[in-house]
Nanobody, 117 residues
Framework: QVQLVESGGGLVQAGRSLRLSCVAS????????MGWYRQAPGKQRELVST???????DYADSVKGRFTISRNNAKNTMYLQMNSLKPEDTAVYYC???????????WGQGTQVTVSS
């Protein structure tokens, strides 16, 4: 079992920055991949960024150059630094962990990010 708790969301103006955090607890040593996903109203949940246990990262085209994913293993925490935010970044942001060889998925409860124009 892995528990994930996100924080850091809020309301910001376009062009500003936010940093999301995701704290993992439980069987964290089995986590192979962690990622951030987001879901805007009326839309499907979409991948934002992922980071592997080896530190390899990947980003959706829509956030490349603006968002940076990172993890602090000592704090069991993953981050998403979001710069130059746009109104279209408005969504609930979810943290996900893929665990074990089967990559079983665990999700956080989500944190709301709202970007005003």
């Amino acid at each position: 079992q892995v528990q994930l708790v996100e924080s850091g969301g809020g309301l910001v103006q376009a062009g500003r920055s936010l940093r999301l955090s995701c704290v993992a607890s439980g069987n964290i040593f089995s986590i192979r991949v962690m990622g951030w996903y987001r879901q805007a109203p009326g839309k499907q949940r979409e991948l934002v960024s992922t980071i592997t246990s080896g530190g390899n990262t990947d980003y959706a085209d829509s956030v490349k150059g603006r968002f940076t994913i990172s993890r602090n293993n000592a704090k069991n925490t993953m981050y998403l630094q979001m710069n130059s935010l746009k109104p279209e970044d408005t969504a609930v942001y979810y943290c996900k962990a893929a665990v074990g060889l089967e990559l079983y998925e665990y999700w956080g409860q989500g944190t709301q990010v709202t970007v005003s124009s």
